[in-house]
């Protein structure tokens, strides 16, 4: 059984609903008690006197039917379990509580269960004395032979434009005929990356990683055709070809850009830059999205839904309304960019020599290149592996610019500087920051007059208010902080490496890491090995002993 966010199957509908209800903005909506099993949102605020505009069909397309119940678009939306059309007597109960004199239309999606349920109920209510129009809505285009197109979500404009009449106290003939000349103007098409999940079953997902299916239906009926991966723009292209051999040429056009639930809103984002700057991109005058409008559960997939504009048109679908479901309309217009009046200033510096300078620089690069692997290997025990490669690229980048004669090597704050700049350019992760962090701050200081000491004190001080960690959190603080103590008290070089050599040792023993990828893992894992960072610093200290005491 696939995942799914339920108390009891049996309830999951009505639950939704009752949810749905207590956050609509507008708290314009009712629950009709027409009895057990039926389940219809109607308008508290509806009069009688319009003509009534129906919807519904099964849940799992929310917001779709419910949430486009409200002024200006449905008067009662009767809903259905998940992807089951809701029965006659829920429809006609609809029908009978809902309208007047006026008389009332069904708008049914092109399924063969809405279109029995909802036509008997018409008949049904027509024998009672009820004016009833039925209108069926067959937008779907990726099935271009199929004698029978199905109703996917371009049934969501059918919706705002006889809502918008209906608002306007049209006649039962006039309301019909506006819905019907928008289906007749309205194009569909939709593509999945996979299917849906349904509550309680598991159907598994027949679209392979690596394709997308053109045309699956909003209940996971299999597509037209199976795609191998294309880039975002290539499959827009595809889909917006197929909508514009099948939309009237020669007028703008309002798009509907639908999530059929399981985009993420980055892809949504993209698909409408894409959708923007393909060949549709100039008959756009007005988009609705992007925004889950008809959805299908979970399905990670979007359609376009384009209609092409008349004045009548034009003016239903830029009315305001009052439902939460539909999106606003906008024009689409180019992004804009403004010019930057501020730049980041550069650091700007005079390469210099300085041969001790150097000699320090390029045994503490060489160093970190050559622990890479066994760096590495330590961090696969206690972090994500990747500690060695971490300091070896930016010691790579540092010996590179070094070998170059591009370091200020006789000015220090400009060198500590510079180095702190590489390192947050060549440093992967949250460790390149942090010790262009401290590298920065120690060449601040310097530049005030500082000592050393004083400064790479500071600069350690700005790593650990940023980065969080203290001495005693199993880190490279651990053995940066020992270490910078002894060079501020004046220590010599080997009392300095013994320093980093004790705090590095200091880490075997900690059973809880409080900062870094090591926190997350528990005593078990930690217990007799030392940090990585802290085993950095100490090979660094050593070094520098070995070659320059």
């Known amino acids: 059984m696939s995942q799914f966010f339920m108390n009891q199957k049996a309830d999951l509908v009505s639950e939704a609903l009752e949810g749905m209800l207590c956050t609509c903005p507008f708290n314009n909506l009712a629950m009709l008690d027409a ?8 308008r508290r605020d509806w009069d009688k006197r319009n003509v009534a505009i129906i919807s519904g069909g ?8 419910a949430g486009f119940v409200g002024r ?13 059309s809701p029965s006659v007597d829920a429809v006609l109960s609809a029908i009978i509580n809902v309208t007047g004199d006026s008389g009332c239309l069904l708008i049914v999606k092109n399924y063969t269960g809405d279109r029995l349920n909802f036509g008997l109920a018409a008949e049904k209510a027509r024998k009672l004395g009820y004016r009833v129009e039925l209108v069926m809505v067959r937008d779907d285009i990726s099935l271009p032979d199929n004698p029978q197109p199905r109703g996917v979500a371009g049934t969501a404009l059918v919706h705002k434009i006889a809502g918008f009449v209906a608002e306007q106290g049209k006649t039962l003939e006039e309301v019909t005929a506006a819905a019907q000349d928008a289906i007749t103007k309205v194009a569909s ?3 999945a990356f996979s299917s849906c999940n349904i509550p309680g079953e598991n159907r598994g997902d027949r679209v392979q990683n690596g394709t997308c299916e053109l045309g699956m239906g909003i209940h996971g009926e299999p597509g037209v055709e199976t795609l191998q991966f294309q880039s975002g723009g290539e499959l827009v292209s595809l889909m917006v070809d197929k909508l514009l051999s099948a939309a009237d040429k020669c ?5 509907l850009i639908n999530n059929l639930g399981g985009f993420s809103a980055l892809e949504m984002s993209l698909l409408t830059r894409e959708v923007l700057r393909s060949s549709l991109a100039g008959d756009i005058e007005l988009l609705a999205g992007p925004a889950t409008v008809v959805s299908a559960l979970d399905m990670k997939g979007f359609s376009l839904s384009v209609i092409s504009l008349t004045d009548a048109l034009r003016e239903a679908l830029l009315a305001p309304v009052d439902v939460a479901g539909w999106p606003a309309l906008v024009r689409p217009h180019k992004p804009e960019r403004v010019v930057a009046a501020n730049r980041i200033p550069e650091h700007r510096f005079v390469p210099s020599r300085n041969e001790i300078t ?16 066994e760096l590495n290997a330590l961090d696969v025990l206690v972090g ?3 500690t060695g490669s971490t300091f070896a690229g930016g010691a790579r980048r540092i010996l590179s610019a070094l070998e170059s004669g591009l370091l200020p090597l006789d000015k220090p704050d400009d060198l500590m500087i510079a180095v702190g700049e590489h390192l947050a350019t060549a440093m992967g ?4 920051v942090l010790m262009s962090i401290m590298f920065n701050a120690s060449g601040q200081k310097m530049a005030e007059g500082k000592t050393l000491g004083e400064s790479i004190s500071y600069g350690l001080s700005r790593m650990q208010y940023y980065g969080g960690a203290n001495i005693g959190d199993r880190t490279m603080v651990d053995a940066l902080s020992p270490a910078f103590s002894c060079i501020i008290q004046g220590g010599r070089l080997s009392e300095v490496a013994r320093a980093a050599h004790t705090g590095a040792e200091s880490t075997c023993s900690m059973a809880k890491a409080k900062a870094g990828r090591s926190s997350y893992l528990t005593s078990d894992n930690l217990d007799g090995v030392k940090d990585p960072g802290a085993y950095a610093v100490e090979l660094v200290f050593a070094e520098l002993n070995k070659r320059l005491s």
């Open 35 to 42: 009895g057990r099993d039926i389940r219809i949102v109607v």
């Open 58 to 65: 099964g849940a799992g397309h929310e917001p779709a039917h």
């Open 72 to 84: 200006g678009m449905l008067t009662a939306a009767v809903c259905g379990d998940v992807f089951a």
């Open 189 to 191: 098409i939709g593509v």
């Open 251 to 255: 007028s703008s056009k309002a798009l």
């Open 358 to 373: 150097q000699s320090v620089l390029a045994t503490i690069c060489k160093t970190l290149i050559r622990a890479e692997s």
């Open 384 to 386: 994500d592996g990747d």
């Open 429 to 432: 992760g949250s460790s390149g």
